[in-house]
């Protein structure tokens, strides 16, 4: 069954504490995207990888990174997250080419206090 | 800027209304336009439209793209109750440019 498994789904942790969201995806997908999703913002797109070991950042990067050592694995990274990060996020998996965004993962609701 | 606008941002239907939402977009380069399905969880991919493929159905869903008037509609015929979601348009642009999400439009259905 094809798969975007997101771990954890529901995170509440405090400032300044480094975490990583993982993504993993049984697709054997080439691209990858990390998503956040704010009331009134809609969808922002944090990371984008085209394939392994190639990534780039989408329009909200600040404060994330990612790294792309495997095809099926696309963590998210916060290094000292703050509460301006407090928000649902999605990982997002596709062929490529026109409809990249085919599979979303199932969320995980981060609360940074 | 790219942009895309979605209307209207909200909306209650009664079972076995039709609905039509619109999806209007101002991109550089366009090259495909999705649309999605979000109830509580993730969005659920709907269909992808291109300058070749203007036009799907699936089932009471479907969906055209006008290239002219830079806007794609969505059409829900006979709505059931678990059609209230949310649905979402984003346009892809050229090259490795992330996608242009809407805001969404908030569908409720009611018996």
């Known amino acids: 069954e094809a798969q975007v498994t997101q771990n954890p789904r529901y995170l509440i942790t405090v400032t300044g504490k480094k975490l990583t969201v993982t993504c993993s995806q049984n697709?054997?997908?080439?691209?990858m995207s990390w998503y956040r999703q704010d009331p009134g913002l809609g969808l922002r797109q944090i990371y984008y990888?085209?394939?392994?070991?190639?990534?780039d950042k989408g329009d909200v990067p600040e404060g994330y990174k990612v790294s792309r050592k495997e095809k099926r694995n696309f963590p998210l990274i916060l290094e000292s997250p703050s509460p301006n990060q407090t928000s649902l996020y999605f990982c997002?998996?596709?062929?490529?080419?026109?409809?990249?965004?085919?599979?979303f993962g199932p969320g995980t609701r981060l609360t940074v206090t | 800027e790219d942009k895309v606008v979605q209307s209207p941002l909200s909306l209650v239907v009664h079972e076995g209304d039709t609905v039509t939402l619109n999806c209007s977009y101002e991109v550089t380069n366009f090259r495909s336009l999705l649309w999605y399905k979000q109830e509580k969880k993730a969005p659920t991919f709907l269909f992808m439209l291109?300058?070749?493929?203007i036009e799907k159905k699936s089932g009471r869903l479907s969906s055209i793209l006008d290239k002219k008037e830079l806007s794609s509609i969505l059409n829900i015929t006979a709505t059931q109750t678990g059609d209230s979601a949310i649905y979402l348009c984003?346009?892809?642009?050229?090259?490795?440019?992330?996608?242009?999400f809407g805001k969404g439009t908030r569908l409720s259905v009611i018996a």
């Open positions: 997002a998996t596709g062929q490529g080419g026109l409809g990249r965004e085919q599979y």
């Open positions: 984003a346009v892809l642009n050229s090259g490795n440019t992330p996608l242009v």
């Open positions: 697709m054997n997908h080439e691209y």
């Open positions: 291109t300058s070749s493929g």
């Open positions: 990888s085209m394939n392994v070991e190639v990534t």
